[in-house]
């Protein structure tokens, strides 16, 4: 066992928080103890220095004292990784959390899946505990960084992960058991494979924390059969179980108790040909016990009412004369009625724009943007202020109604950063 007392000295304290959550990660991985100890006093003799090597880890410097409030930390990794069989199985292992996504989870996944791809069969990805997949990108931590080049990188780095699962030399297979939603779905969606169960719970929530459906939702959602994917992107609507194979957002169910059979089927396979059908026959027996597609019965009406060209305002003004389920218009009028006009008025821009685009890459880099003007902007730090700190649920958007969102302020969202601000994506995607 390696014991490691760490002085570090950073000039801000959110990049101490950062190096930080790298140096935890690497020692729960390499089974180091890690002490931590600011002082404004440098003294080599007394301690033996560690440094994860990472893009924007500065070079340490005395600075002013820090004296934040660090609690015990876990000595789980918060991703592990294994090869069995000739395939990567990775486990991302916050369950206490949803197995939300962090950005050190996002540069240990990455270089790995790059070097799995040229040398393993297939790769495998899953969440720890039985309630989520993974919930998201921590958000709470990415708004408490406004303003910061970690706050952009953090969506910079996480697009290219999504780029490179998109176009995965290998078999990649997403285990979707429980709740996934944002950053889970760009772990999950652009594989070649998605397996749902029962406890599966999909959703696009991002129009009611001021934020738009990213992580390519630009480019899978508009790709859904009918206007269910502008549907899905605008209300978050929520798809349960086996309600994700029916809508495409899945690709196979199963269920969840049979998973770890599943995963040994999949492991024990010697050609990657068989995959396929090894999925199917478990897919067949899980959707066999199933009900029909909850929203079946509403597809007519949404594809009528969500299909317009001009935008949200539109949309609004077409439920409100919608005369075939009025019920249903009403119920839909007052949840647009409660998330981020601004928000809503992007996406539908960005789904309509993402269908016509080519590639992930390309929507991806669109995405980046529009992140980018959501981090720059008002409503992404109140309504994660109301959902998810405060939790009053009552936003107070800025501008208050669709109506008041001009054409202007969408262009800008989608308009050029800058110098080498944007993203940049190419076939083979480097970090």
Not at 43 to 72: G, H, K, N
Not at 142 to 157: L, N
Not at 162 to 183: C, E, Q, R, V
Request: hydrophobic share 35%.
């Amino acid at each position: 066992m390696k014991v490691c007392q760490i002085y570090i000295f950073f000039p801000k304290y959110t990049e101490s928080v950062d190096a930080l959550a790298y140096l935890y990660t690497y020692t729960s991985i390499h089974r180091c103890s890690l002490y931590i100890k600011y002082n404004q006093q440098f003294d080599t003799s007394c301690c033996s220095m560690l440094f994860y090597p990472v893009p924007r880890l500065v070079s340490p410097c005395v600075s002013r004292v820090l004296q934040p409030s660090f609690r015990a930390m876990s000595s789980s990794p918060e991703v592990t990784f294994k090869v069995v069989k000739d395939a990567g199985i990775i486990t991302l292992n916050r369950p206490k959390v949803l197995n939300a996504l962090t950005f050190p989870m996002i540069r240990l996944i990455y270089p790995q899946l790059k070097q799995w791809q040229d040398q393993l069969k297939m790769v495998i990805i899953e969440g720890s505990g039985e309630k989520a997949f993974c919930a998201g990108g921590d958000i709470r931590a990415i708004t408490s960084i406004r303003g910061s080049e970690d706050q952009t990188a953090f969506f910079k780095e996480e697009y290219v992960l999504n780029n490179l699962i998109g176009s995965f030399k290998i078999p990649y297979i997403a285990l979707i058991d429980g709740i996934t939603m944002g950053g889970g779905v760009g772990l999950s969606v652009h594989g070649k494979y998605r397996i749902a169960s029962e406890r599966t719970m999909f959703a696009m929530p991002e129009t009611g924390i001021g934020l738009i459906p990213d992580v390519g939702g630009g480019y899978f959602l508009p790709r859904l059969p009918g206007e269910l994917g502008m549907y899905l992107a605008l209300m978050g609507h929520r798809l349960k179980g086996a309600d994700c194979v029916h809508a495409g957002v899945a690709t196979h169910g199963c269920e969840s108790g049979q998973f770890p059979q599943l995963k040994e089927d999949l492991l024990n396979v010697k050609d990657t040909q068989e995959i396929n059908a090894i999925l199917e026959k478990y897919s067949k027996a899980f959707m066999s016990q199933q009900t029909a597609f909850s929203l079946e019965s509403k597809l007519d009406a949404i594809n009528e009412c969500f299909s317009s060209r001009e935008g949200v305002l539109d949309i609004v003004k077409r439920l409100e004369a919608f005369q075939s389920d009025p019920e249903w218009a009403q119920k839909e009028l007052k949840t647009l009625g409660r998330l981020s006009p601004t928000s809503l008025a992007v996406t539908f821009r960005q789904m309509r724009t993402g269908g016509k685009l080519k590639t992930l890459g390309e929507v991806l880099e669109m995405e980046y943007r529009l992140v980018c003007r959501c981090c720059e902007d008002h409503d992404f730090y109140e309504g994660v202020r109301a959902l998810l700190v405060d939790k009053d649920n009552a936003p107070q958007w800025q501008p208050k109604s669709i109506s008041e969102v001009t054409t202007e302020r969408v262009d800008h969202y989608f308009s050029p950063l800058g110098g080498k601000r944007d993203l940049k994506l190419g076939p083979t995607p480097k970090m």
